[in-house]
């Protein structure tokens, strides 16, 4: 890592896990393998950033701790990388289990619970697929009726007042560390 850290990945330590090194690999991993309009690709950190947002406004009342598990939703791409849905179907269990592993160490590492209670993590997962259906629709290409068939579509609230903007990889790290500092 850029930290100096060595992060073993069959059996991640809590201890070898940075803030910084998340933010920075996330800011540089493209969403939708990169297929996207734009001058920059959509990063997870923003992609990390549109789930955090999406649930906070759908769970308004819910302590920091959550929307903080929002935000590393998945972190552990900082070091295995984004891989599109289809593909992880496909590899199945064993990397469920080394995502799931990393996720745990990430939580750990921050002082967050190693599991996700379910009713919390279905709720995140609503916001992912809500995000995914903003992404598809202002910057992949998909029209509405294709992504209604994939994902959630959001909201009026949501679907018309988020405005996805792409940024350089360096300001998308450091608004990443902006709000996981806003939320700590």
Same mark, same amino acid.
């Given at each position: ?19 910084? @090194? ?7 991993? =493209? %969403?939708? #393998?990169?297929?996207?309009?734009? @001058?920059?690709?959509?990063?997870? =950190?923003?992609?990390? /950033? ?8 759908? #769970? ?23 891989? /599109? ?18 996720l745990e160490a990430i939580h ?10 379910? %009713? ?7 916001? @992912? ?6 992404? =598809?629709?202002?910057? =992949? ?27 350089d990889p360096l300001?998308? %790290?450091?608004?990443?560390? @902006?709000?996981?500092?806003?939320? %700590?």
């Amino acid at each position: 890592m850029l930290s100096g850290r060595r992060l073993d990945l069959i059996n991640p330590s809590p201890l070898d896990i940075e803030i910084e @090194d998340i933010a920075h690999g996330l800011a540089f991993q =493209a %969403r939708w #393998n990169g297929q996207t309009l734009g @001058d920059f690709t959509f990063s997870v =950190a923003n992609h990390s /950033i549109l789930v955090q947002k999406i649930f906070q406004i759908e #769970n308004p009342n819910l302590k920091n701790t959550w929307y903080l598990v929002a935000l590393l939703h998945d972190s552990a791409e900082y070091v295995i990388g984004d891989m /599109i849905s289809p593909v992880k179907a496909f590899l199945g269990d064993e990397y469920t289990k080394l995502e799931q592993s990393l996720l745990e160490a990430i939580h750990i590492r921050f002082g967050l619970p190693a599991k996700t209670p379910e %009713r919390i993590k279905n709720s995140i997962k609503k916001a @992912d697929k809500r995000a995914a259906w903003l992404e =598809a629709t202002q910057i =992949a290409g998909f029209t509405e009726l294709e992504a209604n068939k994939i994902f959630l579509k959001p909201s009026a609230l949501i679907n018309n007042s988020v405005k996805i903007n792409l940024k350089d990889p360096l300001k998308s %790290r450091q608004e990443f560390l @902006d709000v996981y500092c806003s939320l %700590r």
